[in-house]
């Protein structure tokens, strides 16, 4: 329990990132990777990414609901984004 209760700023700060980069459609745009196609930064989205972003907000709102976190208005932001 304490590694989490540590680890939560790091997780936050990082779904905190996927929120700002996120704020135009609701998943990440223009974000590279080397998983889903060629010359990802061609495209406004890619699938694996919004996949990713969805499961993260819904992974970062069950921790802030959590007992040992209990950031609701975090966790209803997140909730939020995922329903967006």
């Not at 790091?10 to 929120?19: E, F, G, M, S």
């Not at 970062?60 to 939020?80: N, V, W, Y």
Request: charged share 25%; proline share 5%.
């Amino acid at each position: 329990t304490k590694s989490v209760t540590e680890l939560w700023p790091i997780a936050k700060k990082a779904t905190q990132w996927h929120l700002d980069v996120s704020k135009a459609s609701g998943v990440p745009e223009k974000q590279c990777n080397t998983y889903d196609i060629l010359g990802p930064q061609k495209y406004r989205q890619v699938s694996y990414n919004s996949a990713f972003h969805l499961l993260a907000m819904r992974a970062a709102e069950e921790l802030a609901r959590s007992p040992l976190i209990k950031d609701e208005a975090f966790a209803e932001e997140c909730a939020a984004a995922f329903a967006r």
